[in-house]
C-alpha cells in the first residue's frame, strides 16, 4: 500500500525542481559519469546527441568519449530499446527489469522478428562463447560467425539489422554490449558484469534513481521511460508498493504522482525558475516523462517534437517548459517558438547559444 497524500504541489514547481535534479537550472560542475548516473542512463542512440546532453550539464565536450574508452561509461540497448550511456556499476539493474518483461516470448515479436524464444536462448549462449575471453567482433563478423550455425542461418538479415532487435535482447540479457568507438565501426563484446540481480532486488534502485531526476511520476510514467508500457502491470504496481514509506504521494494540480520522501520537502519549498535552455536532440530531460506527457509539452505540438521515425528534435525550454525548437546552421542558432509562444528573452538567448557553442565544441556561434 503507497503512502497517503502528503505533498500538494504546482506544475511550475516541479519543473524547476527536476531543472535542478538534472544540472540545467543551476548549473554546477559535474562529471559525465555523475550526468549519466543522475539521468538514469542517456540515450545514445545518435552519438553526437548523447555528447551533447553531457555537455550541457559539464560544460566540457568529448568526456563521453573518453569515458567510453576508459570503460567508466558503457553503451548498450536499454531503455525502450535503444542505446543508452550507461555507467558499468547500475547498467545491471536497468537491464534485469528490460530482461524480466521478457517480450521476445510475445506472440507479436515472434511474429516481427521470426526468432522464437528457444532460438533467443540459443543465441544468448552461443553469442557468450563467441564473446568470450574479451574477444570483440564487428556487426558483421558476429553475424558472419552466427549465420554459419544452421541453427541461425535463417535469422541472419534480422542479426545484421543495424535495428538490433534480435541483438538487444541478448544486451537486456546481459551476454553483450557496445564495444569502446573505433571510428564508424560497430563492434560488440562481452560485458563487464558477471550476471543480472533479480529484478525484485533491482527495482527499488531503478524506480527511486527515475524519480531522483524525473520525479514526481506516476507508475505507468516509469513504465512508459522504461520499455512503453510493456511491464507486466501487477509486478509494476508490487514493485512501487514495496518502497513503502521510501515514497510519499503528490497531488500536482489533480494529478496523484509519487516521490521519494527525501525530497519532498525540497520540491515543496522550490521555487518556479526563470530560465532559457537550448536542449539537443534525444535529451533526457524529454525523454524521461516522455513527449506525451501535457505538463512538459502542449499536445499540440507534440508532432513538432516527437518527429517520424522516433526522432526528437533539440528543444527549447523556457521556464521549465518545451515552448519551441531550435537549429545550427552555418554557425547560426535558430530558435523557432511554437504558435503562441513568445520569442525567449534576447539576453537570456544569448547566454544560453554561448553555453551551446562552448558545449558543442563551437568556436562561436550567432543567433539567427
Known sequence: MLPPMSVSVTWDQVRS?????????????????????????????????????????????????????????????????????????????????????????????????????AQVAALADAVGALLADGRTLSREELATALAADPRFTALADQLRSSWGALLKTLSWQGVLRHAPPEGNRVAFTAPPWRALPDPAEAAPRVITAYLGAHGPATPEAFDAWLLRGALRKPVLRKWFADLGDRLVTVDVEGRTTHLLAEHAD????????????????????????????????????????SRAAGWISPVVVVDGR???????????????????????????????????????????????
Open 17 to 117: 525542481w527536476r531543472l535542478g535534479r538534472q544540472f540545467l537550472d543551476p548549473r554546477t560542475t559535474v562529471t559525465a559519469g555523475e550526468v549519466v548516473e543522475r539521468l538514469c542512463g542517456v540515450q545514445a542512440q545518435v552519438a553526437s546527441a548523447a555528447e551533447f546532453a553531457v555537455a550541457t550539464r559539464t560544460g566540457a565536450a568529448g568526456e563521453v568519449a573518453r569515458d567510453l574508452v576508459s570503460g567508466a561509461l558503457v553503451k548498450t540497448w536499454a531503455a525502450r530499446g535503444t542505446l543508452h550511456l550507461l555507467r558499468p556499476d547500475t547498467a545491471p539493474d536497468v537491464l534485469s527489469l528490460l530482461a524480466s518483461a521478457r517480450t521476445w516470448e510475445r506472440p507479436s515479436w515472434q511474429r516481427a522478428f521470426g526468432a522464437t524464444p
Open 266 to 305: 525540497g520540491l515543496a519549498t522550490t521555487e518556479p525558475t526563470t530560465s532559457v535552455r537550448l536542449l539537443g536532440p534525444f535529451d533526457q530531460h524529454v525523454l524521461g516523462p516522455g513527449t506525451a506527457d501535457p505538463a512538459l509539452l502542449a499536445p499540440e505540438h507534440r508532432p513538432l517534437v
Open 322 to 368: 518545451i515552448t519551441g525548437t531550435w537549429a545550427i546552421d552555418d554557425r547560426t542558432v535558430t530558435v523557432t517558438p511554437f504558435p503562441g509562444h513568445p520569442h525567449p528573452d534576447p539576453r537570456a538567448l544569448r547566454a544560453e547559444i554561448e553555453h551551446v557553442a562552448r558545449a558543442g565544441g563551437h568556436d562561436a556561434l550567432a543567433a539567427g
